[in-house]
């Protein structure tokens, strides 16, 4: 819900193009919706990058692990910048890295997975940085928050180079065939739909529009995730594998050949998508987090504080 009064004037200003510079000019709704887009942001980069490590294990060389260390080392970055910028709100970077409990991290469910081979650290790449690329292109474009704008100069960048990795790392792997074309597209049937959900409500039962009137975004989920789907279909049908969505003619926009949304199974990593389910089911599954959950989140507060009170923060500031 936005606020009434002082949000009223606010929103016009900001729907006429106005840039906030400072707290000093946000009112209360106004700070709220930043400040959980934000940390949805810092949790998505600070999570990927023990999912990512886990996979980086399975690299099949040594210039490909590398590459991995590397990208591991842009998300702990990026997800500095953005509890950075939340500390300079009045939030404590210290409480919200290594104070919460697991199922309090706002990332989506799909870094809460197992990624168990090098398919699946390509598809990662591959889809879910082309999510963020999606999420955060349309914030740098649109957003009326002046410093998050700026930040997002450098790690748009760096996020294309993610994207990159893993979408050449799928062509090459398509190309083998065999067992490894048949581990791509086992990746592929539990990442897509993964995708899918990455970028929540369909717009007829989105509840709250307040990112949108505070020009925190431009585009809604559901052109987002339209957005999303006109970069991984092509790909995946330029390589030759199987995804459930195809380009409707008629309306040039891309049609899941599923009902959305479907029961996960989490133990077989694979969807059902002869069990349609509510959306309140999906929040119930989200707010249980996924099987690494716990796992992820100790990896990155196992050593609070030698982490914290050593050079790791600094390092990345």
């Not at 309306?251 to 509510?278: H, N």
Request: contains cysteine; aromatic residues 10%.
């Amino acid at each position: 819900m936005l606020d009434a009064a002082h949000d009223d004037a606010l929103v016009l200003k900001i729907q006429s193009g106005h840039i906030l510079e400072t707290e000093d000019e946000m009112t209360p709704g106004y700070k709220k919706a930043l400040l959980n887009i934000l940390l949805v942001q810092a949790d998505t980069e600070l999570m990927s990058a023990p999912a990512y490590y886990s996979a980086a294990k399975d690299a099949p060389t040594l210039a490909s692990r590398m590459a991995v260390s590397a990208i591991i080392q842009d998300e702990l970055g990026h997800a500095n910048i953005a509890f950075r910028l939340m500390e300079d709100l009045g939030e404590s970077k210290r409480r919200l890295v290594y104070e919460r409990r697991p199922n309090e991290f706002k990332n989506p469910y799909g870094f809460d997975q197992p990624l168990e081979n090098w398919a699946e650290m390509a598809v990662a790449n591959g889809f879910f940085d082309r999510a963020g690329i999606c999420l955060l292109g349309d914030i740098f474009q649109n957003t009326s928050y002046g410093p998050w704008r700026r930040a997002l100069k450098k790690i748009d960048k760096e996020e294309y180079f993610h994207l990159r990795h893993g979408e050449s790392w799928m062509r090459r792997l398509a190309r083998c065939g065999g067992d490894v074309r048949e581990a791509l597209q086992e990746a592929v049937d539990w990442m897509f739909p993964t995708g899918i959900e990455w970028f929540g409500l369909p717009d007829d039962r989105k509840r709250h529009s307040a990112q949108l009137a505070y020009r925190l975004k431009g585009k809604t989920n559901d052109q987002l995730r339209q957005t999303w789907m006109s970069a991984v279909v092509p790909l995946c049908e330029e390589i030759g594998i199987k995804v459930p969505a195809h380009l409707n003619p008629d309306t040039r926009q891309y049609d899941l050949e599923y009902e959305l949304p479907v029961e996960f199974d989490e133990k077989g990593k694979r969807w059902l998508f002869d069990q349609p389910i509510t959306w309140d089911e999906v929040f119930d599954r989200w707010r249980r987090r996924g099987p690494r959950n716990a796992e992820y989140v100790e990896m990155i507060q196992g050593r609070a504080d030698a982490l914290f009170e050593g050079r790791l923060w600094q390092d990345l500031a």
